[in-house]
């Protein structure tokens, strides 16, 4: 039961580098998310995604991209990382149907610092 | 947009000590859930609730969703130390494709 998987768990990048989290689910849910949670903060949107090539922008899209070309997988890339987006990345999944809204599983989360 | 208000923001208890926490919005949800995070990990679903006045129960757990739509509370009865950790709630308008809303979470910590 794979559930939500995310690569890589932990990574420091330089100011200036670009990276790319992975995030694959295999319970073919049809939304997906990508959440920030900075030090004894809550959780922050970053980007979601109804479906395959579809996304939207959530509270804090600045600074990431998206795409979203299969069900099973949704990447969030860094093009120009900066200090502000040391963080821990949560990408979560769920499954919305006429009864059932918000349950979300998560990822173990991508714990990225910036120097 | 939506906002929810978490409280306490963290708590200090004795093992064996019930807890309560709530989440208050000015905006009505059709949905509330309680999510807890263990230290590094991801958040994971502990109760969902999906009507007005609705009282459910997991284990230990109890949470009701208000009968107003704005507000929703999460008990905790006989607290043991793994019950250590964060605990989110979330609120979900039915339209659209809106996402849901996150409280900042309450921080319970139990001393043995």
């Known amino acids: 039961n794979a559930g939500v998987t995310q690569t890589p768990k932990f990574r420091i990048l330089k100011i200036g580098q670009s990276m790319t989290l992975q995030c694959t689910q295999d319970?073919?849910?049809?939304?997906m998310y990508w959440y920030r949670q900075d030090p004894g903060m809550g959780l922050k949107l970053i980007y979601y995604s109804v479906g395959a090539g579809i996304t939207d922008k959530g509270e804090v899209p600045n600074g990431y991209n998206v795409s979203r070309s299969t069900t099973e997988d949704f990447p969030l890339r860094l093009e120009l990382a900066a200090p502000s987006q040391t963080s821990v990345y949560f990408c979560?999944?769920?499954?919305?149907?006429?009864?059932?809204?918000?349950?979300?599983?998560f990822g173990e989360g991508s714990r990225l610092t910036v120097l | 947009g939506q906002q929810l208000n978490q409280s306490p923001q963290s708590m200090f208890i004795q093992e064996g000590e019930d807890v309560s926490m709530n989440c208050t919005s000015s905006?009505?949800?059709?949905?509330w859930l309680w999510y807890k995070q263990d230290p590094g990990e991801g958040p994971v679903l502990l109760i969902a609730l999906y009507k007005a006045g609705e009282l459910t129960s997991n284990g230990r757990l109890t949470a009701q969703f208000g009968i107003t739509r704005k507000d929703s509370f999460l008990n905790i009865s006989a607290s043991i130390p793994s019950d250590v950790g964060i605990y989110f709630c979330?609120?979900?308008?039915?339209?659209?494709?809106?996402?849901?809303?996150f409280g900042k979470g309450t921080r319970l910590s139990v001393i043995a």
């Open positions: 979560a999944s769920s499954l919305l149907t006429p009864t059932v809204y918000g349950e979300l599983f």
């Open positions: 979330a609120g979900q308008i039915h339209s659209g494709n809106t996402p849901l809303v």
């Open positions: 319970m073919n849910h049809n939304y």
């Open positions: 905006s009505i949800f059709n949905t």
